[in-house]
């Protein structure tokens, strides 16, 4: 088994990898509707609950609005520029697709 992401060679029961530390198991991808009066509320809930690895806000045309790595919701003072952008696309957008990739148990 190799990393997706550097490509070095992995143990069979690894979970990470050991050069760049990458997930390496099985991820999950939700997708879901919101209004854009719920869409902040909603990510917040979304990075609270911990297991998510990638977060990404659409448009109802489904261009990328904001992407926000798993990292982001672990510091409090890093979200806040975050969720000030979420503040702006909910003023334009009416309604977001917000996918969620999560890790696989």
């Not at 990898?17 to 390496?24: F, P």
């Not at 890093?78 to 979420?86: F, G, I, R, Y």
């Amino acid at each position: 088994m190799k990393c997706k992401n550097c490509g070095v060679e992995l143990a069979e029961d690894a979970k990470f990898c050991s050069n760049c530390g990458a997930y390496v198991g099985k991820t999950v991808m939700e997708e879901f509707r919101v209004s854009s009066d719920n869409l902040i509320r909603e990510v917040n809930r979304l990075l609270r609950e911990g297991n998510i690895t990638r977060l990404i806000v659409k448009d109802e045309k489904g261009k990328i609005l904001l992407e926000i790595p798993a990292w982001v919701g672990i510091v409090g003072a890093v979200l806040a520029p975050w969720l000030a952008a979420l503040g702006a696309i909910a003023a334009f957008a009416t309604d977001c697709t917000i996918s969620i990739v999560r890790q696989e148990q």
